[in-house]
């Protein structure tokens, strides 16, 4: 059984941007599936006390970083990458931060530990594409920063299935505890 306090929760949603979950098929869920799964969790948390961080990856600071990712583009065109989950356009929300990052975690590089040590956050769930490069990278940067990490399996999706079955069957239980939507929704009505 899940158990968190919501005002010590942080809803951690990684890349789940346009360029991003249209760029190649996803596994073992599509596109479209992983924004339900993400959408459900963030509808659950949008009337709570938990944050709810929306990470995106500027593609083009990517590129430039890492050459071999693909055609390399100016800086100075970089612009902001157009995110599909709703609330990223819910003017009315709020507890919500948004992130940019220009490496495959959400925590290098960025100020996301600051922000969510000065909310009192303690435990970080996560959720989004792909699995085995931004969700493990960001659960383990939260590992190793003593955050109790729960990772949404079924709002998560990969390019690689076997990758995907991999990081999820060897390597999230090591770190963090591995959970469905489902529990996660029922765990938020029971701290409600």
Known sequence: MLDFNLAKTAVVFIDLQADILHAAPLYPWTASAVITANDRLS????????LEVLVSVQTETFQHLYPFAGKQRHLANASQPELLLPIAKDSD?????QVTKHNP???FGTDLDLQLRRQG???IILA??????GVYATALDAFQYAYHVI???????DRDIEKHDFFFTKMFSRIATVASVEQIVSAVDQAN
């Open 43 to 50: 509808q659950v948390f949008k009337n709570t006390p938990a």
């Open 93 to 97: 929300v709020q507890n919500v931060i």
């Open 105 to 107: 975690g959400a925590f």
């Open 121 to 123: 956050i303690d435990t």
């Open 128 to 133: 989004g594409v792909s699995t085995s490069n």
């Open 151 to 157: 990772v949404a399996e079924d709002a998560c999706a």
